[in-house]
């Protein structure tokens, strides 16, 4: 039984639980004087139900991630594994094929000699899906039948409940920072592992990217693996170019939507704005290299710059820039918006111009919103690939001159990762260390924030 079917099936014994459980609280209050209990039968009935269901979850989501492993090893003990061969990646591929028949997400296998673990695959899937379903029932049967031996007229069923539900809210809140923590471990470890054949300096301060996926383990040129270049057109491409255009048209814009437009306009022309934030990033892309992309070249060419390329960093710089505007302008717009009314009025009574209010009150005042909202745009060009993959190029240059191809952490990233290499080669996990830099940068750049904001806060308050 897959796991919706199994969250399902817990979902409905609570429904039971709690109809039991409630009716049974009832009874308590037929029999009780003034007809009194110590919590209402709705809680005693809501206390069963979330001791059937969130034990039964707890047991599906550790079920989903031990039963693969589980189904694995048992087709590997199964006598039809010994067609398998003794190359990992080969093995692995074979299996993998394998599973994708018997779950019916493929109709054959590419490899004929994995076309034999298909069935030893069902029949495990088949069985360890019943032993999933009949541990689930057992789990949310033991959980509910002790909550409902525990409905008594005295027993206080809403402090329980409300424990439960603080203690949901808390797991919801470190989502965030399990997550995060985790995308930091699985970085760290990959990435020691390349520093292990790879000197940090020379990669970290090398000028020369050019690694060789094909390349053998004792062949590998450590100084092929300069990324510097990479770091600088991370850099050059959305923290600078995008930047240049993000910030100024993003804040003026900001100024104009709570300053100077008529209500009437404001309403059309902010959620306007904000659409570019749904564009997808491909649609930006196929904009900069089919639009952008040439439009620069040609006036390049056309003001005696011969050797303009069709790929350059201005364009992807460009439209990366207009993709951000949003996230400058909205989060300044309701920066300047939340600036209390008697600051503004105080500076006009002053005989402060409408100007001078904007620049030297109203903006300074709403500086940590804006400041927040340009670190949240940096952050997402950083992280952006299609623009760059599309309208940058893929050399790895280390040029100021916007009008040449440049690549960017991201692209090479995703092009480590999408080849044909071994996750032992160094340039498979180039693409781990490349984004434990990126991650550490995004990390830097969010504390900074918070710091310019705490700072001109409490400046303000």
């Known amino acids: 039984m897959s796991p919706p079917l199994l969250i399902f099936l817990a979902l409905a014994l609570g429904v039971v639980g709690w109809v039991i459980a409630r009716a049974r609280a009832y009874s308590f209050a037929a029999t009780q004087p003034g007809g009194r209990l110590a919590a209402l039968p709705a809680y005693h009935g809501w206390y069963v139900a979330m001791s059937v269901v969130i034990p039964a979850i707890l047991f599906i989501v550790v079920w989903g991630i031990v039963s693969p492993g589980l189904v694995a090893r048992s087709v590997l003990a199964d006598p039809a594994a010994a067609v398998l061969p003794a190359d990992g990646l080969v093995r692995q591929t074979m299996l993998a094929e394998a599973r994708a028949v018997a779950l019916g997400s493929a109709r054959a296998v590419f490899n004929p000699q994995a076309d034999v673990l298909v069935a030893p695959f069902r029949t495990a899937m088949t069985r360890f899906n019943l032993i999933g379903a009949a541990v689930t029932l057992i789990v949310a049967f033991a959980g509910g039948a002790w909550a409902f031996l525990r409905v008594r007229p005295d027993f206080r069923a809403r402090a329980h409940v409300e424990r439960m539900v603080m203690a949901i809210l808390l797991l919801a809140s470190l989502v965030a920072i399990l997550t995060t923590f985790g995308i930091f471990v699985s970085l760290v470890f990959e990435t020691v592992r390349f520093f292990g054949m790879i000197n940090p300096l020379q990669f970290l301060f090398g000028t020369l990217w050019a690694p060789d996926p094909m390349s053998s383990l004792e062949s590998v040129d450590a100084g092929r693996y300069g990324a510097l270049p990479l770091f600088w057109g991370t850099i050059y491409i959305g923290a600078i170019i995008a930047m240049v255009v993000a910030i100024p048209l993003g804040l003026m814009s900001a100024i104009y ?38 439009a620069i070249r040609d006036v390049a060419v056309a003001i005696g710059i011969s050797n303009a390329s069709s790929e350059s960093a201005l364009a992807a710089g460009l439209v990366m820039g207009v993709m951000i505007i949003p996230f400058v302008s909205s989060m300044a717009d309701d920066s300047i918006a939340a600036v209390p009314r008697t600051m503004r009025d105080g500076s006009l009574a002053l005989g402060a111009t409408h100007n001078e209010t904007i620049r030297r009150v109203l903006v300074p005042a709403a500086l940590p919103g804006i400041v927040a909202g340009v670190m949240l745009a940096v952050s997402r060009a950083i ?79």
């Open 383 to 461: 992280g952006e690939t299609m623009i760059v993959v599309m309208a940058a190029g893929a050399a790895a240059n280390l040029s100021v001159n916007p009008l040449e191809a440049m690549t960017t952490v991201t692209f090479q990233i995703v092009a480590m990762l999408t080849g044909e290499g071994s996750f032992d080669h160094p340039a498979t996990l180039s693409a781990f260390a490349l984004g434990f830099v990126l991650f550490l940068v995004t990390l830097a750049l969010n504390f900074i924030a918070l710091r310019v904001v705490k700072r001109f806060r409490e400046a303000y308050e």
């Open 257 to 294: 939507l709570t300053q100077y437009a008529d209500p009437r306009w404001r309403r059309w022309l902010k959620p306007a704005l904000e659409i570019l934030a749904g564009v997808p990033t491909v649609v930006y892309g196929y904009f900069a290299a089919l639009t952008v992309a040439p």
